[in-house]
Every structure is written in structure tokens, then in C-alpha cells.
């Protein structure tokens, strides 16, 4: 098998690449291929000719995305379609990586967890754009897994969104006495080493179809924060705050959990916690 990995310098690329270690991978940074051009899609593919494509790539920045619709559609949704298209025309397996942020418009407000069987109904650019690029995968390519993921965080900065919230409340933890954090978002922090090997054992398979890939157990940001100050050995006091006093352009979801639905019913349900995630990551940042 060969795997090619778009945004392979990112967190979870970085991890994805560390879980396939054991196949030939092909890691595609921005500045290998451009996936909003297709002649640069068509190009870069057929000279690596992957058997298999994970598209990691995307506008993430959910503020910025409301300033900029056009610029997060082209790269969330037309650059997704691009890779599909290719995937599709070269019997290619194709993994997109998507988002919670799909979710949380429901007019009553949502207390349990979402499945894959769930309607999406996005409340913000971002995430009306990456449901487009699912809705452009699922459409033209059978060969698809569409992996929905939240609160991602990994060992590497992020390329497109900077540090992560693990490593600013450790900073801000340092730097300050009080941290005020919203305790009305609720989700479910998933550790990128985790999603990807789960993506690893994914793509060995023909289990077609949408996941939700997240660590276990569900926290508000509050109570994700309390527990880094803690780990860290930090003094500074956690306060919490609804999200009306930390206003942000676009909105967020204030429930979305993500049920594991798809990988229970295939018995490959078997995600450790986010706490158990975190207490890793904290000790592998130290070694790294």
C-alpha cells in the first residue's frame, strides 16, 4: 500500500505519517501541492500514484473563516473535491478529515451525543465549508472514510492554527494568576496520536463511510483547562465564564459531542479517555 499525506507537517499529519511507518507513505506539504489547483493535484498524484489519500489540509482558522467565505469554500470544500475527483478516476481510497463544527444548529439545544446517522446542520463558515467538502466526497467517491474529529492536539504546532489550546493555557498559565474559560462548550478533546492510529487501523479495511473519531468522555473547555493547570502544576485559578463574556465572530457549537457510533456497531470502539490522552501528551511534550 501506498499512502500519500496531504498536510503531513501538521499535527495530525505529523502522527499519521508516525502510524504508517510500517507502509510506504508520501508526505505532501502546501508547498508540494496546492489542492485548490487541479492540474496541481493531477500532477503531483500521477507521478506518486498513492493507493490511498488522506487529505489533512484545511482553512481551520473559525474566525478568520467568517471574514473570509470564499477562501475557506475554495480550500474546505473545492480542494477536497479536486483530491476526490482524482481518487475516483484511480480506484484510490480517500480519507477526509472533518469536524464537529458540522454540527450544533439544532434549534433545541442538543444533549446527546451525535452518530454519523445524525443530520449535520453547521452554524458557522467553517463548518457549512467543511460539510460541503463531505458532501463533495461522499457524492463522488465510494471509496471514501469521512473522519469527523474535535478539539484536536498534538505533540507538533499546528501550521495553520499556531500552538494549541493545551500549549496557550499552559503559557497563560504562567504568565497570569486567573484564566477565564468558557464552561458552556461542551465536546470531546481528541489526541491526534490517537486518531491517527485509529485512521491506521481504518484504512486497512472496506468499512466505508462516515466516523467519529474522538478520545472518551466529554468536558467544556472550563473543565479541559482545569485539568492542564492541574497536570502542569501551575497556581493559576480557572475561572469559568458563559460564552456570551468571551465574544468570538463565529459561533460555536455549545453541544458537540461526537457518539462513536459507526466504529461501536464494528467492535473497533476502543478509544482510551481524553484524560488518559492528555496525561500522555503532557509527558511526551517533556521529551520532546
Known sequence: MKIAIIGSNGQLGIDLCRALNNVESISLTHNDIEITDMNSVKEVFSKCNPDTIINTAAYVR????????DKAFLVNALG???VAVWAREHGAKFVQISTDYVFGG???PRTTPYTEFDVPLPLNVYGKSKLAGENFVRH?????FIIRASGLFGTT?????GNNFIETIIRLGKERSELQVVDDQIFSPTYTKDLAGKIAQLISTDFYG??????????SWYEFASKIIQISGLSARVIPITSDKYIQKAKRPQFSVLDHFHLRLLGMDNIRSWEEALADYMIERECS
Open 62 to 69: 473559525v474566525d478568520d473563516c467568517e471574514d473570509n467565505p
Open 80 to 82: 477536497v473535491r479536486n
Open 106 to 108: 439544532d434549534k433545541v
Open 140 to 144: 463522488l467517491h465510494h471509496k471514501h
Open 157 to 161: 504546532v499546528s501550521s495553520g492554527k
Open 210 to 219: 462516515v466516523f467519529h473519531i474522538t478520545n472518551t468522555g466529554i468536558c
